[in-house]
């Protein structure tokens, strides 16, 4: 089974449409100094299934986790997004950046290679910095944003 995403906390978050501005992103990102141990992309099925919106695929555990989650944060249905995002055939890159600087040259190369729906997942708030692009994905209407 893939790995579970637990929490977005400290990661900036980002959709590419295609594989290809995926790969470019990551070395773009590595270019500006972050290293790739702190770079993530997510895609197809097995990368869907780390962000899990529901839980169900992770069994009882992860279940409840997202069911406290999505009452008690305000990132929960994004990760509804991510997860159909992927499973869509689309990319989507996780850079953990070390402080503020980094994440916005994150955010700005990202935007450079035509990412959507970035966001920057906190303690308590996520940061919006770029919407999502195009027609959006098939979630849940409670899941919507």
Same mark, same amino acid.
């Given at each position: 089974?893939?790995?579970?995403? /637990?929490? +977005?906390? /400290?990661? $900036?978050?980002?959709?590419?449409?295609?594989?290809? @501005?995926?790969?470019? @992103?990551?070395? @773009? $990102?590595?270019?500006?100094?972050?290293?790739?141990?702190?770079?993530e992309i997510f895609t197809g099925d097995d990368g869907a299934s780390a962000f899990d919106g529901s839980g /169900?695929?992770? /069994?009882? %555990? %992860?279940? *409840?986790?997202?069911?406290?989650?999505?009452?008690?944060?305000?990132?929960?249905?994004? =990760? @509804?997004?991510? &997860? %159909? +995002?992927?499973?869509?055939?689309?990319?989507?890159?996780?850079? !953990?950046?070390?402080?503020?600087?980094?994440?916005?040259?994150?955010?700005?190369?990202? *935007?450079?290679?035509?990412?959507?729906?970035?966001?920057?997942?906190? *303690?308590?708030?996520? &940061?919006?910095? &770029?919407?999502?692009?195009?027609? &959006?994905?098939?979630?849940?209407? =409670?899941?919507? !944003?």
């Amino acid at each position: 089974m893939a790995r579970f995403l /637990g929490s +977005a906390r /400290g990661r $900036l978050l980002a959709v590419l449409d295609n594989d290809e @501005a995926a790969e470019a @992103a990551i070395r @773009a $990102l590595e270019e500006i100094g972050i290293p790739r141990d702190r770079l993530e992309i997510f895609t197809g099925d097995d990368g869907a299934s780390a962000f899990d919106g529901s839980g /169900g695929h992770h /069994g009882p %555990a %992860a279940r *409840l986790l997202r069911t406290l989650q999505f009452t008690l944060m305000d990132q929960m249905p994004d =990760f @509804a997004y991510y &997860e %159909a +995002a992927a499973r869509q055939g689309r990319s989507v890159v996780s850079v !953990r950046a070390r402080n503020e600087p980094e994440m916005r040259r994150a955010v700005e190369t990202l *935007l450079a290679h035509g990412a959507h729906f970035i966001n920057q997942f906190g *303690l308590f708030t996520t &940061e919006e910095f &770029e919407r999502w692009h195009g027609e &959006e994905p098939k979630v849940p209407g =409670f899941m919507r !944003r």
